[in-house]
Every structure is written in C-alpha cells, then in structure tokens.
T-cell receptor
Framework: KQEVTQIPAALSVPEGENLVLNCSFT??????LQWFRQDPGKGLTSLLL?????REQTSGRLNASLDKSSGRSTLYIAASQPGDSATYLC???????????FGPGTRLSVLP | GAGVSQSPRYKVAKRGQDVALRCDPI?????LFWYQQALGQGPEFLTY????????KSGLPSDRFFAERPEGSVSTLKIQRTQQEDSAVYLC?????????????FGPGTRLTVT
C-alpha cells in the first residue's frame, strides 16, 4: 500500500528566505506526483504536477523535483513571502487506480 | 469559469443523524472524486465516479457511507447514523476526462461536525 510522508510537519521562516519541503513515498510505481496548496477553509490549489518521466517542474518561485527511484520529491520556494503561508500537500497517483494518495502536509508560516 | 462547488459548507449533526453532502463538479467533467480530510491530516480517498458509474468505492470506511451520481453530473455523499469519528472535511474533485493524466480540481469542502 502506498504511503506518503512529509517533513517537516510545520515550518516558520522569516520573509525572504528560501526553503525546501520534503515528500517521501513508499512505492515507486507512480504515474505522477502533484504539489498542492491549501489555505484555511478552502479547497486545494494545484501548484505543480510532475509526470513520472520528469525530474522537475518550475513555476515562478516554485520548483519541484522528483526522484522516483528513491521515492522522494522536494518543493523549493524561493524568496518566501507572507502570502505563501499555507499548508502544502504532496500527492502521488499510483499506476493503479485513479485517485491520489496524499501526505499529511507541511504547515508553512512566513513571518513579515 | 465556475469551479467545483460544494454545499453546505458547514454542517453540524447530532450523533445518529443522517447527512447528505452535495458536490457540483465543473460542467462537462467526466470524473468525480470524494475525499475525507481529518483535522491535521491529508485527504484520504473515498470513492470515484466516471460519469454515473461508481467505479471505485474502496475508500468508503463503512456501509454507513453511500455516494451517488445518478445523471453523471451532481454527486451526493450520504452518511447514515453519523458517528463522532465522521467529523472531517469532505472534499470533492472533478477532472475533465477519465485517466490519470488529467488534473483534478478541488472544491472548498464541507466541514462536518458530529456532536
């Protein structure tokens, strides 16, 4: 059974810092991996989608990498801003089935 | 355009009551998913529809949980005889087509509190 973990569970940084969020998964047989952002009381917003054949994806200040063989992904946020404060969820889509398997999330606070 | 909407946004139920949660997917989206998110946890898969067909219900935690999508658009998740452990946010997501390549779009969720 696929299991996804995220480290750290919570992170607090001053504005302007670069930071890395980590995601690990137990079964490397994945179709793709996606990073989401969740704001309190709101749904999930897709940030980056990495297909299993890709190594990384970039969007603005965000960069996500994927090492499928080792079961790891990282989300790099450059020059963090208070508006980046949210919970960041990593989700993998196994080769079987249609649904995502989510990690527990990392709660990020960026202090002004 | 309109995204995925869910209603009600908040629901308080007394233990033992039945509840019905509604999901309006993006118009024309074939696939619809329900997830359950406990406090401080990531979402967990409940069930999946392709049009009106429920193709996977392996995540439903008990036979008190029932989902339907009779016309292939709006979906309802019903929980009978609610228990305190059912308290969670219930998220609905839809995607344009079947297949893992398609992005899922999530609604804001319904927060269910069972007292």
């Amino acid at each position: 059974k696929q299991e996804v973990t995220q480290i750290p569970a919570a992170l607090s940084v001053p504005e302007g810092e670069n930071l890395v969020l980590n995601c690990s998964f137990t079964d490397s047989a994945i179709y793709n991996l996606q990073w989401f952002r969740q704001d309190p009381g709101k749904g999930l917003t897709s940030l980056l989608l990495i297909q299993s054949s890709q190594r990384e994806q970039t969007s603005g200040r965000l960069n996500a990498s994927l090492d499928k063989s080792s079961g790891r992904s990282t989300l790099y946020i450059a020059a963090s801003q208070p508006g980046d404060s949210a919970t960041y969820l990593c989700a993998v889509r196994p080769n079987y089935g249609q649904n995502f398997v989510f990690g527990p999330g990392t709660r990020l606070s960026v202090l002004p | 355009g309109a995204g995925v909407s869910q209603s009600p946004r908040y629901k308080v139920a007394k233990r033992g009551q039945d509840v019905a949660l509604r999901c309006d997917p993006i118009s024309g989206h074939v696939s619809l998913f329900w997830y359950q998110q406990a406090l401080g946890q990531g979402p967990e898969f409940l069930t999946y529809f392709q049009n009106e067909a429920q193709l996977d219900k392996s995540g439903l935690p008990s036979d008190r949980f029932f989902a339907e999508r009779p016309e292939g658009s709006v979906s309802t998740l019903k929980i009978q005889r609610t228990q305190q452990e059912d308290s969670a946010v219930y998220l609905c997501a839809s995607s344009l087509e079947a297949g893992r390549a398609y992005e899922q779009y999530f609604g804001p969720g319904t927060r269910l509190t069972v007292t």
